[in-house]
């Protein structure tokens, strides 16, 4: 248990499903962060919050939506997805502003897109 | 963001001594290296971090020169389970930037 669960572990959604991935966090932070690894490939950060507000989109398409409800809970809304996007997505928590201290990250969501 | 340049595999066995070096020659003053290990399908783990000279913990050692330009991650006395991508990072008071990583591959 490393204190950030993510849910599903594992997802298969086709091209026209809507589906979404969610993060929760029982450490106290007050970052969250999303994160895409594909094969082969460095993490990509996708979206950053701080407390709740969401400060950086790093150019991810629309078909990505995040929902930060609290600094607890973070989502992440998929819609209309194509067959690249099938990665493992990971998401992130820490102390917002002392990053230094460490990201703890959750066992990410698999998710394939067919 | 410093960017860092670490190999981009190793092979070792078991019971041996690993150093993967690490150069990051635009490290500011409030930087901190820090190295994280992420095992297939799982997310990066925060294994240690240093400012300069040595830091020791369960897990592995920081070698950090005076300069600062390069640290070296020690796993001692290795075993198959060690076997995974190890990223070197400098980390500031901002967000963090992952690279490729090194993946070490332990044979038996």
């Known amino acids: 248990e490393t204190g950030v669960t993510q849910t599903p572990r594992h997802l298969v959604m086709g091209m026209t499903n809507k589906k979404s991935l969610k993060c929760e966090q029982h450490?106290?932070?007050?970052?969250m962060y999303w994160y895409k690894q594909s094969a082969k490939k460095p993490l990509e950060l996708m979206f950053v919050?701080?407390?709740?507000?969401?400060?950086e989109n790093n150019s991810v398409p629309s078909r990505f939506s995040p929902e930060c409800p609290n600094s607890s809970h973070l989502f992440l809304h998929l819609h209309t997805l194509q067959p690249e996007d099938s990665a493992l997505y990971l998401c992130?928590?820490?102390?917002?502003?002392?990053?230094?201290?460490?990201?703890?990250f959750g066992s990410g969501t698999r998710l394939t897109v067919v | 963001l410093a960017k860092t340049t670490q190999p981009i595999s190793m092979d070792s066995y078991e019971g041996q001594e690993v150093n993967i070096t690490c150069s990051h020659n635009?490290?500011?003053?409030?930087?901190?290296i820090t190295w994280y290990q992420q095992f297939p399908s799982q997310g990066p783990r925060f294994i240690i971090q240093?400012?300069?000279t040595k830091v020791t913990n369960e897990v592995a050692s920081l070698f950090i020169p005076a300069d600062r330009k390069s640290s070296t991650l020690s796993l001692p006395r290795v075993s198959l389970s060690d076997t995974a991508v190890y990223y070197c990072?400098?980390?500031?008071?901002?967000?963090?930037?992952f690279g490729k990583g090194t993946r070490l591959h332990i044979l038996p």
């Open positions: 992130a928590s820490s102390q917002a502003g002392i990053e230094r201290y460490g990201y703890t």
């Open positions: 450490l106290g932070h007050n970052a």
């Open positions: 919050y701080n407390f709740k507000e969401q400060t």
């Open positions: 635009n490290i500011a003053t409030n930087d901190y």
């Open positions: 240093g400012y300069k």
């Open positions: 990072l400098v980390v500031g008071d901002d967000k963090i930037i």
